[in-house]
């Protein structure tokens, strides 16, 4: 179903990344972590496909996303002023399934991985970390309101500048060997490479995460098969592609295939 | 209101506004938008005898006005198609018009779809023979190109089943009019065109294509004035009414087809932008014909003037 979003704010979160809020009741009634919207970007009329967006924060009628400034697209989305409007699908795909019980959240992002899983920190009742990696500290967001919500919040920056020098998987490795038989319940967004990656070391570990994966992507509701990635299954090849529009964006680590064919 | 019904032949639909293969999945995603009955039929994405795991990613690039894509006929294989609910058996439901479009590798395995859809052809009513898609290493575009090789596949098909037959022509050959003059002596009931035409797009920055298969094929508005350029030979070189497609967004892009000769149109990549996109294509050449005060969709068909 597609909706009209009035924005109401849109400003510069840090460097390239900005954060618009828009009038969308519609939309936030249904918004769980991990959904996402599909936006017409009005002024690109040479431009044909939506851009789609991870619900950062829905609260009352306000629908917030946080995006990261890399193309055409969102450079055009970055000049909307207050009163302009876009037309949204939404929100869409399998949302992430919130901790439940005596389990610890535990979010692994990267780039505007920490804005896909923000809801998760806003929603959960139990308290747990955000280990957030980038290449550098441009690129490390949203760790106050983080911090706000009760997460602690851990980083790791490839050039060292800030937290410790290296990929985020050095910080999930860490934080496993604390918390040996504890109910961790693991989250991730971000790269590609990154998901993995993180995938691959839980389930070394024996333990399932949620992965919200990211393709170029069409028609946003499952028709065109654009955006697909490889999850298991048991036909003779072991894996097949999977929408993450629809079947996804978020996957349980433990389906997703991890093979190189 | 104007008469919106057309003949297709040895079918008819209720409107001229058709979804293109590929676009709409198989009509279950977009249920929720509009009720599929509304539109003159549902093409559903191409049908093989085997499930087809596609291309690798990224499948799709934007350029201007227009995508590349070349997602490589991901699909269930036709049993599953008409077994599985969320293919033909939820499209019976819907009380959709169900045009199948098919595909395969070679010869055989175009004719063994076709078997197995006539063999349960109950709320089919038609077959669309791709034989032009671009991104497929063996089969599709290697019959649109050679004229010989087509009609060879289009007779196989016909003996194959009695559904009635619309043969897909590729935009890639110089003599379109030769070329559906070919299909339609060996048995095709009716043509439709434009597929996608191969393009390639390239990275600058990292020089690799923006596509995993290198090149695919370009859809969308970029792709108009070509199509109903093709549209207009096909339609003056054979009788059969021909089905008019390629960057269709508006009812007044689908009324320039009709005018071209088009006795029905689809609506694809269209779609992607805005998924009311076909409703509203359905409404607006209704809105044309009463302005113009012309009773009936038909009368509008391949009324060009081109008088000097
Ligand atoms: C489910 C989902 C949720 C997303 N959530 C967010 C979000 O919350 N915040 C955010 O900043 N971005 C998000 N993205 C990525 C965002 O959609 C793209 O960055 C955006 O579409 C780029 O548009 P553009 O016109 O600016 O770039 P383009 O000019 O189209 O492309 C510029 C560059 O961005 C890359 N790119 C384009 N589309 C994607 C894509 N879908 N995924 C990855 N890279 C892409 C291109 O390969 C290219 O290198 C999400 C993507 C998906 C699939
Ligand atoms: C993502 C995508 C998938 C497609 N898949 C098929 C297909 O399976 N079979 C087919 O005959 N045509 C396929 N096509 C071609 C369309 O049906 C249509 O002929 C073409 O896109 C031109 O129309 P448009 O510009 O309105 O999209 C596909 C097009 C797109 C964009």
Redesign the pocket.
């Known amino acids: 179903m597609s909706h009209t979003g009035e924005i109401l704010s849109n400003e510069v979160l840090k460097d390239k990344y900005c954060r618009a809020v828009f009038r969308a009741p519609e939309i936030c009634e249904k918004a769980e972590p991990g959904h996402f919207v599909h936006v017409m970007i009005p002024s690109m009329r040479d431009r044909i496909l939506r851009r789609p967006f991870s619900i950062c924060h829905a609260g009352g009628s306000q629908l917030t996303i946080v995006y990261k400034v890399v193309g055409r697209g969102t450079e055009e989305l970055s000049r909307l002023k207050p009163g302009e409007k876009c037309d949204f699908m939404g929100p869409l795909g399998v949302p992430f399934s919130l901790p439940v019980e005596d389990e610890i959240p535990v979010i692994v992002a990267g780039g505007y991985g920490a804005a896909a899983t923000y809801m998760i920190s806003e929603r959960s009742k139990n308290k747990g970390y955000l280990l957030l990696g980038a290449r550098t500290e441009k690129d490390l967001i949203l760790t106050d309101n983080y911090k706000n919500n009760g997460f602690e919040v851990r980083v790791a920056t490839e050039d060292g500048a800030v937290g410790t020098k290296g990929l985020v998987t050095v910080l999930v490795k860490e934080l496993l060997e604390e918390n040996k038989g504890k109910n961790l319940k693991f989250y991730g967004c971000g790269p590609h490479g990154m998901l993995l990656a993180l995938g691959e070391l839980l389930i070394t570990n024996e333990i399932d995460g949620e992965l919200s994966m990211d393709q170029m992507m069409?028609c946003g509701i499952g028709a065109?098969f654009?955006c697909v990635v490889k999850v298991k299954d048991n036909n003779p090849d072991g894996w097949r592609y999977a929408r993450t529009c629809k079947e996804g964006p978020v996957f349980k680590a433990s389906d997703v295939y991890y093979g190189r064919t | 209101m104007a008469d919106l019904r057309v003949d297709l032949g040895k079918f008819s639909l209720k409107n001229p506004v058709m979804t293109?293969?590929?676009?709409f999945g198989y009509g279950f995603e977009y249920a929720e938008f509009f009720p599929l009955d509304r539109l003159g039929a549902v093409v559903v994405?191409?049908i093989t005898v085997r499930p087809v795991h596609g291309n690798p990613t990224p499948r799709?690039a934007e350029v201007s006005s227009g995508?590349l894509?070349a997602?490589g006929?991901q699909g269930p294989g036709v049993d599953k198609f008409l077994h599985d609910d969320h293919y033909m058996p939820f499209l019976k439901k819907s009380g959709a018009t169900v045009i199948v479009?098919i595909?395969g590798k070679s010869v055989d395995e175009y004719r063994e779809v076709a078997e197995k859809l006539e063999a349960e052809k109950d709320g089919i009513t038609a077959l669309?023979i791709?034989i032009?898609?671009p991104n497929v290493k063996e089969g599709g575009i290697s019959f649109g190109t050679n004229a010989a090789k087509a009609s060879e596949l289009v007779a196989q098909v016909r003996a194959a089943t009695s559904i009635p037959l619309i043969t897909?022509l590729s935009p890639t050959v110089s003599n379109i009019g030769e070329f559906a003059k070919a299909v339609v002596d060996a048995g095709s009931d009716v043509i439709s065109l434009?597929?996608?035409i191969p393009s390639m797009a390239i990275d600058i920055e990292t020089r690799r294509p923006k596509i995993a298969n290198v090149t695919g094929?370009l859809?969308?508005p970029a792709?108009k004035p070509v199509a109903v350029r093709m549209v207009y030979e096909a339609a003056k070189a054979v009788k059969v009414p021909v089905i008019g497609?390629?960057?269709?967004c508006n009812a007044d892009d689908a009324v320039e087809f009709i005018i071209a000769g088009a006795s029905a149109i689809?609506?694809?990549?269209?779609i992607f932008t805005n998924p009311m996109a076909p409703i509203e294509v359905i409404d607006g050449i209704n809105s044309y014909l009463d302005r113009k005060k012309i009773a009936s969709v038909k009368e509008l068909c391949g009324t060009v003037d081109i008088r000097k």
């Open positions: 069409c065109c654009a | 293109a293969s590929g676009t994405k191409g799709v995508m894509n997602i006929l479009n595909w669309e791709n032009s898609c897909k434009i597929n996608t094929g859809s969308g792709i497609m390629g960057g269709i689809a609506v694809g990549t269209a």
